[in-house]
């Protein structure tokens, strides 16, 4: 086995997004822009050799070939050891717990998220730090600037690695180590939750509950977890094998993409809880018996209740939200007490709070929940805090939220997606509303008055540094908030991103339709931007 070096050139477009690189497969596939982007990753980073790499994917197309590619990458670039998940599998959340259990100096994790799969479908990769979290700002812009110099890469040449059986192996002075993806994950969630009185709830004869992995990576954990250790029968589980293009479908657990799960949940004889996860297993949905939690209210409600379960019983040191995730969490946190932190989108911002111990749960709209046992969101572990609650208050989800409704008051809230639109229209709808900005406040639509219109900007405060343009937010005298921003994590045109809320402390007027309590804010929206105009749409295509 030889260490050869490869010539290569420069690509301009790998600048990471909101989380890593996500392009097309065949964007991926043109020569050395996998090895370009890797070798990027390790030149902008020091002090790596001799140590360990976590390595893993959610097991979409192309994620062999890549762990294939990123292991002989590493041996050449003079990692000590690699652990890599069995079939080149490991859950975002998982490749984070293990990151930090075995002190690893980082981790690749191949995935575009809740994107579809498949050869005509996108891939992603991201790095994450030694916290075993998103590659902070400052890495992602330094991986971007190699990217556009970069001029060779150093690779070794040997046969395909076997990924398929346990145990450790060689290549050449770089020990392979292919771990079971599923076994350290499982043991962290035993230690948070209290998996017998879980058990006892699920075993009752008196609950029900379906799971949906969407033919993702969350099926073997869902196996093991719920199945072996809690005792939730087969039928329980949904599309629970995993298949490279997630079964033809679009593994993002929402009412649209979830429908199969939300129509179960629905119908007549529903069962008790109803939950999904992501393609690569960070985000969740969680659904009652005909009734649907929205994320931020997911937040706001852990966040109430965590004392009741056993990894959090101690209480909470604070909360942090994405700016767009809505304000249910801050109730919750003025009351108990504790600090809150409004962050940009991208759990990546997390990182520094969670590590300073300024915030122990943290959420975004995105169905993304999560706390300091990892860096990453996580899906699996929203499931089982929704189950450990279940167990202990014995009250039906939808007693649930309401009572903490009728306590905290409600926030009305939705998200509108306008996916893959012209690129050129959507910056032209945010660049006017920029322009608007400073105009805006004092206007009056209806009954709504603007309070105050900014471009968020967010100073991060442990290391001091800034982001700027992370979305135009107005807000009304009312404590309504309206946000624009564009995605970054689409691989097609643009995606425009409507976040809505309004706040109602009133009980009596706290179960209508999120559209309906809504609508004269949609129709601000419209007003304001120019939506129709800017997208050529009618409506959006996503409403969550
Ligand atoms: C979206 C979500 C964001 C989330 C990101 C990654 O980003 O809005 O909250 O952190 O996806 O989630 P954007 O830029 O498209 O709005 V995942 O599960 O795709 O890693
Ligand atoms: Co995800």
Same mark, same amino acid.
């Given at each position: ?107 690749? $994790?191949?995935?575009?998220? @809740? ?13 994450? $730090? ?29 046969? #395909? ?14 020990? $392979? ?37 969407? @033919? ?28 490279? #293009? ?35 297993? #960070? ?250 105009? @800017? ?10």
């Amino acid at each position: 086995m030889n260490n050869i070096e490869v010539p290569t050139q420069p690509y301009s477009d790998q600048r990471p997004g909101t989380s890593g690189l996500r392009k097309k497969v065949s964007v991926f596939q043109q020569k050395n822009y996998l090895e370009n982007f890797v070798q990027s990753i390790f030149d902008s980073l020091e002090d790596y050799q001799g140590k360990t790499l976590i390595v893993g994917g959610d097991g979409r197309y192309y994620n062999r070939q890549a762990v294939q590619v990123i292991l002989r990458m590493a041996a050449a670039n003079g990692f000590g050891r690699v652990m890599v998940g069995r079939g080149g599998l490991l859950s975002t959340p998982a490749a984070s717990c293990i990151i930090r259990k075995y002190n690893a100096f980082g981790g690749i $994790i191949l995935s575009a998220s @809740h994107n579809p799969a498949g050869p005509q479908g996108d891939f992603g990769i991201k790095y994450n $730090i030694g916290n075993g979290g998103p590659a902070p700002e400052k890495i992602t812009e330094a991986i971007y600037e190699k990217s556009r110099q970069i001029q060779r890469y150093l690779t070794v040449d040997c046969d #395909d690695i076997d990924l398929d059986t346990i145990g450790e192996q060689q290549l050449g002075s770089m020990t $392979i180590d292919v771990i079971d993806p599923v076994s350290d994950y499982a043991a962290l969630m035993r230690e948070l939750f209290d998996f017998d009185r879980i058990h006892a709830l699920i075993n009752s004869g008196l609950f029900t509950m379906r799971f949906d992995a969407m @033919h993702a990576i969350t099926g073997p954990y869902a196996v093991e977890i719920f199945e072996h250790q809690l005792g939730v029968t087969p039928d329980a589980l949904m599309n629970a094998q995993p298949k490279e #293009d997630f079964g033809g479908g679009h593994p993002d657990p929402n009412l649209v993409y979830a429908k199969e799960l939300v129509d179960v949940l629905y119908s007549a004889n529903a069962p008790d809880f109803g939950a999904a996860s992501d393609g690569d297993g #960070d985000r969740n949905m969680i659904l009652g018996n005909r009734c649907f939690i929205t994320p931020s209210d997911s937040l706001a409600v852990l966040a109430a209740n965590a004392h009741l379960t056993p990894g959090y019983r101690h209480g909470l040191a604070g909360i942090a939200r994405s700016m767009p995730t809505s304000q249910a969490a801050d109730r919750v946190a003025e009351r108990l007490g504790i600090e809150l932190h409004e962050t940009p989108t991208g759990w990546k911002f997390f990182g520094n709070l969670l590590d300073a111990g300024k915030a122990t749960l943290c959420g975004e709209e995105s169905f993304g929940t999560g706390s300091n046992h990892v860096r990453e969101k996580d899906g699996l572990w929203a499931v089982l805090f929704w189950l450990n609650l279940l167990a202990v208050r014995k009250e039906s989800v939808h007693d649930i939220i309401s009572s903490h409704w009728q306590s905290y008051g409600r926030n009305y809230y939705s998200r509108h997606d306008y996916e893959g639109v012209s690129a050129d229209g959507a910056g032209q709808l945010i660049e006017e509303l920029r322009k608007l900005n400073g105009s805006l406040k004092g206007k009056s639509y209806g009954g709504y008055e603007i309070e105050f219109s900014d471009d968020f900007a967010y100073t991060d405060p442990v290391d001091g540094s800034v982001s700027e343009h992370q979305g135009i937010r107005i807000g009304f005298s009312d404590g309504s908030r309206m946000v624009f921003r564009l995605s970054g994590t689409g691989t097609e045109g643009a995606t425009l991103r409507l976040y809505l809320e309004r706040f109602e402390p009133d009980p009596s007027k706290q179960s209508l339709d999120a559209q309906e309590a809504l609508s004269d804010l949609i129709g601000i929206a419209e007003q304001i931007a120019q939506i129709r105009h @800017h997208t050529q749409r009618e409506a959006p295509t996503v409403i969550t």
